[in-house]
Structures are given as structure tokens and as C-alpha cells.
């Protein structure tokens, strides 16, 4: 892939401005995240889908040894410009295999508000669970059906993309479906759920977001799935 080919090519810069303060990322996604992966000291850490870095470089601090790959050439930039040697990150589309990732290489991989970008979420998940070891997570984050529904209106069990234009003149296409759709998939990626998660914001958004805190504290915004691999029967 080439410069500029991803969709956040060229408004990555932008991006990472706003993640790094925003209600949903700062306040809401990664606080959520982060405590669903507990201890991480020690750890090899896969972030698939890392963008600008802000999740590797909380996970770096706390003593993790991180890899971030991303689709898009800016985000890689502006993550390796964050992170210097504290992480090896490189340009991957999750859509191809990881061929310079040994099998069962990584203890915990993260996929934080990327699966739904992706057409094929199965093939994907099932390739990162090949470099997962036995007793490794995924974690994974995505906007919670209900969510959706609210958002779009007609039938909570319909699939479908859904098209945003963002402030920032970045159009932004995911994938929505009801849970057990979700559920099937991991299913189907030889995937097993331990824990999922409704995201609550945390007592920050209320004073710098309080127009979005008023919103989650009612009804939910993203979730939270921790995956581990099923083990064959003997």
C-alpha cells in the first residue's frame, strides 16, 4: 500500500489531536480498555490498528513490550515519532497476513475500534489468533449495537455500513450488527468471549465533556470484548 491509500492518510495529524483529548477515545475507550488488560508488565503486546500510538505508549509506561501496525503510512509515522525505540511499529493491512509474525508470539492482542472497518472480521481475527500464544487475549472494542440502532433507527437486527463525514472532512464507514452477530464471528474465529464490557466514562469527561457525559452515563456508546483462543480437545 501507498502513501495516501488508507483512509486516515492525510488526516491522520488531525486525528491524533483529537483522540489524545476527545470524550470517546481519552475519556471513554482507553480508560475502558486498559483496565480490562490489567497487569502488563512483561508482556508482548500486538496493536492492531495502533494509529497515532496513544494506547502503545500508555502500554510501553507500564512496562509492555509493544508492537503497533497500522494501514495507513501517517498513522505509522506519527506512532514511531511518538514511541521511538519504545515500540517496532510498521505498516500492515489487516486484511493480509502478518508473514513477519511468528505463531503465538504475543500475550495480549488489541484491536481498539478497528474490527468493524473491516469487510472480512473473521479471517482477520483468525490470523491474529494464530500469532496469539495459549494462555493470550485478544481485546477487542468496537461501537455497541444498541449504540447503532439508536443512531440509525429501523431494525436492531439489520447488518450493514454505516457512512459518517467527520468534522474533519474524513468520510468514516463501519460495519454495524446485532450482538449475537458479533458473537458469531468470534465463534467462528475458534474464539471464546471471558468478559465483555459496557463502556462507562470515567469522572474526567464530566468536567471537559459534559454535554457527551450526560449522553453515556444513559445509554451505552462502545463495548468491550476479551477473547481468548479455544483449545483443541484431547
Not at 500486538?46 to 508492537?67: F, I, K, N
Not at 505463531?103 to 494464530?130: M, N, Q, Y
Amino acid at each position: 500500500m501507498q502513501p495516501g491509500d488508507a483512509p486516515y492518510d492525510g488526516f491522520a495529524e488531525t486525528f491524533a489531536r483529537e483522540a489524545a483529548v476527545s470524550a470517546y477515545n481519552a475519556h471513554y475507550d482507553r480508560p475502558a480498555v486498559l483496565e480490562l488488560l490489567d497487569d502488563v508488565n512483561g508482556l508482548d503486546i500486538l496493536d492492531a490498528g495502533c494509529g497515532p500510538g496513544l494506547y502503545l505508549s500508555e502500554l510501553a509506561a507500564r512496562g509492555a513490550r509493544t508492537v503497533g501496525i497500522d494501514q495507513s503510512a501517517d498513522m505509522v509515522r506519527l506512532a514511531g515519532e511518538r514511541l521511538g525505540s519504545l515500540a517496532d511499529v510498521r505498516q500492515q493491512d489487516l486484511t493480509e497476513p502478518l508473514t513477519w509474525a511468528d505463531a503465538e508470539s504475543f500475550d495480549i492482542v488489541l484491536l481498539t475500534l478497528v474490527l468493524h472497518h473491516l469487510s472480512d472480521r473473521v479471517s482477520a481475527l483468525r490470523e491474529l489468533a494464530r500469532v496469539l500464544r495459549p494462555s493470550g487475549q485478544i481485546v477487542v472494542s468496537t461501537s455497541h449495537p444498541t449504540a447503532d440502532w439508536l443512531a440509525s433507527g429501523g431494525s436492531y437486527f439489520a447488518s450493514g455500513y454505516v457512512e459518517e463525514t467527520w468534522s474533519s472532512g474524513m468520510t468514516h464507514r463501519y460495519w454495524h450488527q446485532p450482538l449475537q452477530s458479533w458473537f458469531d464471528e468470534f465463534g467462528a474465529a475458534g474464539l471464546s468471549v471471558d468478559r465483555l464490557v459496557e463502556h462507562r466514562p470515567v469522572p474526567s469527561m464530566a468536567v471537559l465533556h459534559p454535554i457527551e457525559y450526560e449522553k453515556l452515563t444513559r445509554e451505552p456508546g462502545f463495548m468491550a470484548i476479551r477473547l481468548h483462543k479455544r483449545q483443541p480437545r484431547s
